[in-house]
């Protein structure tokens, strides 16, 4: 049976600690109670060989190239969208990713300094967006709700982040990221993500 209609590809995006996969789970089931098929995924990591690359990604204790970052990063993205995006949107269900191309725009480019032609090269051909939010959180919300640092990019420290901060900023604004701010509650949070999503293509009721 052909479905009647692509899926959406949702993106939310945000620094550590910015609360993406607690908006992604609220924005997935309330999709679900709209009467909408959902499939929720996240970057890296979300396929068996994606698994490999997270643990080298954020477990590997030696230094990693700042290029052989972001090809890591792009291998693993490839393979996701093979297994997982591409077939879910031509099936009519919609995606919801946690972290997808902007982390990379944002991490291994505008900070790591990798030129951004770079890292739209190797990413060429995966499938773009229908909406991409950013939960933009301020410095000191950030930092009052960041915890034991867990994996190698967390614990870059907090310099770093900052400026992974200001980079999503100057981003959405150049790219048409819909920026929401994710330091107020939860559910208000959610409802400015919903908000967002509604007006993309065929939205629920």
């Known amino acids: 049976m052909i479905p009647s209609r692509r899926g959406r590809f949702i993106v939310l995006e945000g620094g550590e600690f910015s609360g993406k996969s607690t908006q992604s789970r609220l924005l997935a089931d309330r999709l679900r109670a709209s009467g909408r098929e959902v499939v929720e995924t996240f970057e890296p990591g979300d396929t068996a060989l994606g698994r490999e690359l997270r ?17 890591l990063m792009a291998a693993d993205r490839r393979q996701h969208a093979a297994d997982v995006i591409t077939r879910a949107v ?12 902007p ?43 960041g915890g034991n640092p867990s994996d ?3 614990r870059e420290g907090e310099t770093f982040h900052r400026k992974v901060r200001e980079a999503y900023r100057k981003l959405a604004a150049d790219r048409n990221w819909v ?10 949070v959610a409802e400015a993500v919903w908000e967002a999503v509604r007006d993309v293509g065929d939205p629920p009721s």
């Open 55 to 71: 643990r080298l990604l954020l477990e590997f204790d030696g230094p990693i190239d700042r290029y052989t970052e972001a090809l």
């Open 90 to 101: 031509d099936s009519g269900l919609d995606v919801v990713c946690d972290r997808y191309v």
């Open 103 to 145: 982390s990379s725009l944002v991490y291994q480019g505008e900070v790591r300094e990798v030129p951004l032609e770079f890292i739209e090269t190797i990413n060429e051909g995966v499938p773009t967006p229908d909406v991409v939010i950013l939960l933009d959180v301020p410095d000191d919300v950030a930092v009052a709700r």
């Open 152 to 154: 190698r990019i967390e």
């Open 179 to 188: 920026a929401v701010d994710g330091s107020r509650a939860p559910d208000q």
